[in-house]
């Protein structure tokens, strides 16, 4: 069974320019989660969803980033406009709610470097 | 606020058991132990969880104390591809939005060693 999937899992770009995420959950799973990691700040949670529709987003750092899950096996993080202080690397995570804990499964992640 | 402590590293030889501690004096009842691994470069690893009773799975094997104070998790031959940051993460049971946040502290990092 695939795991999470990412692409791109490297992304170079300029400042100011639009950059988009993508994830593949895992086939089954209710839940998707985008967190970022960077060596000052750790891994972070951003956003997840439940069923597709988005419950806390009380993460994600600004109104430049935005995430959607259109379908339950497809979600969208976007930066627009990038800056240099959004190079991290991004994972996206998905779980089965299990009734009284979930367990998250993580992709690979895509490392973004913003000049 | 940190709910775990563990060690900033360690060093395994490859083939012996890897015994990893961690310390969370503060847990409450209803709060489970979960631990991933993160090799360098790749996506944090689910390894294992539990509430009260010890725990094995195909990777390792997780003791919890009586107290729940304390847990160890043990993977019982190490080898070179163990070599990673591993996290010990209390978690409550489900309880509201909040409860999906997993907390990464600093972790422990594990050197095997040929």
């Known amino acids: 069974d695939a795991g999470v999937i990412q692409s791109p899992r490297h992304e170079v770009t300029e400042m100011g320019q639009e950059v988009t995420l993508r994830c593949k959950p895992i086939s089954g799973h209710d839940y998707l989660f985008w967190y970022r990691q960077t060596m000052m700040r750790g891994l972070e949670l951003l956003i997840y969803f439940n069923n597709n529709v988005p419950i806390d987003d009380s993460g994600m750092p600004e109104d430049r980033f935005s995430a959607k899950m259109p379908n339950a096996s497809f979600s969208t993080l976007k930066i627009q406009p990038s800056e240099p202080r959004d190079s991290a690397v991004y994972f996206c995570?998905?779980?089965?709610?299990?009734?009284?804990?979930?367990?998250?499964?993580f992709g690979p992640g895509t490392r973004l470097l913003v000049l | 606020d940190a709910k775990t402590t563990q060690p900033p590293s360690m060093d395994c030889a490859e083939g012996r058991a890897a015994n990893l501690p961690c310390n969370h004096s503060?847990?409450?009842?209803?709060?489970?132990v979960y631990w991933y691994r993160q090799i360098h470069s790749q996506g944090p690893q689910y390894i294992i969880h539990g509430l009260k009773n010890n725990e094995t799975n195909e990777m390792a094997s997780l003791i919890i104390t009586e107290d729940r104070k304390s847990s160890t998790l043990i993977l019982p031959h190490a080898t070179l591809r163990d070599t990673a940051v591993y996290y010990c993460?209390?978690?409550?049971?489900?309880?509201?939005?909040?409860?999906?946040?997993?907390?990464f502290g600093k972790g422990t990092k594990l050197s095997v060693i040929p």
């Open positions: 993460i209390v978690r409550p049971e489900y309880s509201g939005a909040g409860s999906y946040q997993l907390t």
């Open positions: 503060t847990i409450s009842g209803n709060e489970y």
């Open positions: 995570a998905s779980s089965l709610w299990e009734g009284r804990w979930e367990t998250q499964y």
